[in-house]
C-alpha cells in the first residue's frame, strides 16, 4: 500500500472497486509513449476507488545522468497548487450551506453584476497589444458566471482572449493590492467567451475571484481562513503563494 499521514491505503483489485484491469492497463502504455517520445523522464500514476488503490506503477527515471528508476515514493515540483487548496476552502463553505455551486458570483461581490458583456474577436483582425477595443466586438453575456464555472475554467474571466487584454489594461494589479481592492476592478472588463461554453485555463484570476468570496462569506482574510480551517488541523506548513489578503 501507498503511506499516507492518516494511515495506510489497502490495495485491491480493480475489480473489487468496479475498474477494468484490461482498461488500467491504458494508463502505463500512455505514460510510457510520453517517455519514449522524450516528453518526460518517468512518471509515477496512481488510481484508488472506494478506499483501494486499484493501479499503482511507476516508469522511467527520476533522474536521466545517472538513469535512476522512478521510485513509486519520488518527489516532484508541482505548481499552481494553491487552485486545489482553494478548492478545498471553498468547498467547506458549500458543505455549511453558505454558497452554492449554481451561486452567481455577483451574489458576494456587487460589481460582478456589470460583467455582462464578452468580447469576440472580430475576423481577420489582429488582436491589439495593447488591449484596444477595436480588435473585438462585444456582445451580451447569455447568462452571469457562477461559482461553478469558476471553480472549472469556464468562466471567461481572463482566459487568453481579447477580453483578458482590456483586463490587464483596466484592472492591473500591483504587489500591495488587497482582494478586496482589486477583485471588483475585474469586473469592469469583458469576459473572453460565453459563461460555460469552453474550458480555458484562467490562470489566476479565477481562483483569485473564489479567494476573496472566501472571505466574504466567512468575514476572515483568505490567509486566516486557510490557516484555521485547513494548515492548522492538518498540521501543514503555512506557505506564501497565496493571494493577498484582505
Known amino acids: 500500500g501507498l503511506q499516507l499521514a492518516a494511515g495506510t491505503v489497502p490495495v485491491g483489485k480493480p475489480e473489487d472497486v468496479g475498474l477494468s484491469s484490461e482498461r488500467l492497463k491504458r494508463i502505463g502504455e500512455a505514460v510510457q509513449r510520453h517517455i519514449e517520445a522524450g516528453n518526460v523522464s518517468g512518471a509515477v500514476t496512481l488510481v484508488a476507488r472506494k478506499g483501494r488503490i486499484a493501479h499503482f506503477e511507476a516508469r522511467g527515471m ?7 528508476p522512478m521510485p513509486k515514493d519520488g518527489v516532484f515540483r508541482l505548481a499552481s497548487m494553491s487552485k486545489p487548496i482553494t478548492g478545498v476552502a471553498l468547498m467547506m463553505l458549500v458543505e455549511e450551506g453558505k454558497i452554492r455551486l449554481n451561486d452567481p458570483v455577483s451574489r ?4 460582478f453584476k456589470g460583467l455582462d458583456k464578452v468580447a469576440v474577436a472580430k475576423p481577420g483582425v489582429k488582436p491589439a497589444t495593447d488591449g484596444g477595443e477595436a480588435a473585438f466586438d462585444l456582445v451580451p453575456a447569455s447568462r452571469p458566471i457562477t461559482i461553478a464555472d469558476l471553480l472549472k475554467h469556464g468562466s471567461g474571466l481572463v482566459s487568453g482572449g481579447p477580453g483578458a487584454s482590456v483586463a490587464a489594461r483596466i484592472a492591473p494589479r ?11 476592478n475585474l469586473a469592469a472588463g469583458p469576459l473572453d467567451f460565453q459563461p460555460g461554453t469552453l474550458w480555458r485555463y484562467s490562470g489566476q484570476a479565477g481562483f483569485d475571484v473564489l479567494s476573496r468570496i472566501i472571505e466574504v462569506v466567512s468575514g476572515q482574510t483568505f490567509d486566516a481562513f486557510l490557516k484555521q480551517r485547513l494548515f492548522d488541523p492538518l498540521a501543514m506548513k503555512d506557505t506564501a503563494f497565496f493571494p493577498a489578503a484582505g
Not at 527520476?62 to 535512476?68: H, N, V
Request: glycine content about 0%; hydrophobic content about 35%; overall charge negative.
Open 174 to 184: 500591483t504587489p500591495t493590492d488587497t482582494l478586496a481592492a482589486y477583485i471588483p
Open 108 to 111: 458576494f461581490i456587487p460589481e
Open 62 to 68: 527520476i533522474d536521466l545522468d545517472s538513469k535512476k
